[in-house]
């Protein structure tokens, strides 16, 4: 006698999961919606990053350039210093040439003032300062009496502190942008916690936290300005 066999099929096959229930619209929507934070965070993470590398290379730039303004200007100094050493000396010398009455070791002496030195000494000896207690103790403290290089020296130095500061104005704004990616990342955690939620109340306002951060990290990165 010919045994039947019968082949049942397993439950989950031949019958339609009983725990799946249709999505709704509004829940579609809401998924939407945190795909959509999610990628508006991921994007402005990416450029407030790219920003803050930007003006990290401008803070070392313009650091460089001051340094470099510094270099420049120190050495204007020291030729300045130089050249008004060199002055002070050969005056010291022609006045004691005049003190001892040395007429010709006093000219070669004036004959080797510098051309920059002598309207200072002309202007000096108009003050007749052997006979005016009133006149300056000596060229160098003449009005016009100017080195060239240590004006060069101040004007360096100027744009040098314009340089520095221009650095410490970037850094700032790269730790800014720096900051900025906070609120992202924290769009980019809600949003993708919302995703988990089921109890649409607790969802919805996830979201809405989220989207708040997003506009404030937007509103915070448009006062920074780009590089």
Same mark, same amino acid.
């Given at each position: 006698?010919?045994?039947?066999?019968? +082949?049942?099929?397993?439950?989950?096959?031949?019958?339609?999961?009983?725990?799946?229930?249709?999505?709704?619209?509004?829940?579609?929507?809401?998924?939407?919606?945190?795909?959509?934070?999610?990628?508006?965070?991921?994007?402005?993470?990416?450029?407030?990053?790219? @920003?803050?590398? &930007?003006?990290? %290379?401008?803070?070392?730039?313009?650091?460089? @350039?001051?340094?470099?303004?510094?270099?420049?200007?120190?050495? @204007?100094? !020291?030729?300045? %210093?130089?050249?008004?050493?060199?002055?002070?000396? $050969?005056?010291?010398?022609?006045?004691? +040439?005049?003190?001892?009455?040395?007429?010709?070791?006093?000219? $070669?002496?004036?004959?080797?003032?510098? +051309?920059?030195?002598?309207?200072?000494?002309?202007?000096?000896?108009?003050?007749?300062?052997? !006979?005016?207690?009133?006149?300056?103790?000596?060229?160098?403290?003449?009005?016009?009496?100017?080195?060239?290089?240590? $004006?060069?020296?101040?004007?360096?130095?100027?744009?040098?502190?314009?340089?520095?500061?221009?650095?410490?104005? +970037?850094?700032? !704004?790269?730790?800014?942008? $720096?900051?900025? !990616?906070?609120?992202?990342?924290?769009?980019?955690?809600?949003?993708?916690?919302?995703?988990?939620?089921?109890?649409?109340?607790?969802?919805?306002?996830?979201?809405?936290?989220?989207?708040?951060?997003?506009? %404030? %990290? &937007?509103?915070?990165?448009?006062?920074?300005?780009?590089?």
């Amino acid at each position: 006698m010919a045994q039947h066999v019968h +082949a049942h099929a397993p439950h989950e096959l031949s019958e339609p999961p009983q725990h799946e229930r249709p999505v709704s619209r509004s829940e579609r929507w809401l998924e939407f919606a945190a795909v959509l934070l999610l990628s508006f965070a991921t994007l402005t993470t990416a450029w407030s990053g790219y @920003q803050a590398a &930007l003006f990290s %290379g401008e803070q070392s730039q313009r650091y460089a @350039q001051s340094n470099g303004l510094r270099i420049h200007a120190q050495n @204007q100094a !020291t030729k300045a %210093g130089q050249f008004r050493i060199e002055d002070l000396l $050969i005056f010291n010398r022609w006045l004691d +040439a005049r003190e001892m009455g040395n007429k010709q070791l006093e000219q $070669i002496y004036r004959r080797r003032f510098r +051309a920059r030195f002598v309207p200072a000494f002309r202007a000096w000896i108009a003050e007749h300062p052997f !006979t005016n207690r009133h006149a300056r103790p000596s060229p160098l403290y003449e009005p016009n009496y100017r080195v060239p290089e240590a $004006i060069r020296s101040a004007e360096l130095d100027g744009e040098a502190d314009k340089r520095y500061a221009e650095g410490t104005k +970037a850094k700032d !704004t790269d730790d800014k942008y $720096i900051l900025s !990616t906070v609120f992202f990342a924290a769009v980019l955690f809600f949003s993708g916690i919302s995703l988990r939620l089921d109890w649409r109340p607790l969802r919805i306002a996830v979201m809405c936290f989220a989207a708040t951060m997003l506009f %404030g %990290g &937007l509103l915070f990165v448009l006062t920074l300005g780009t590089a």
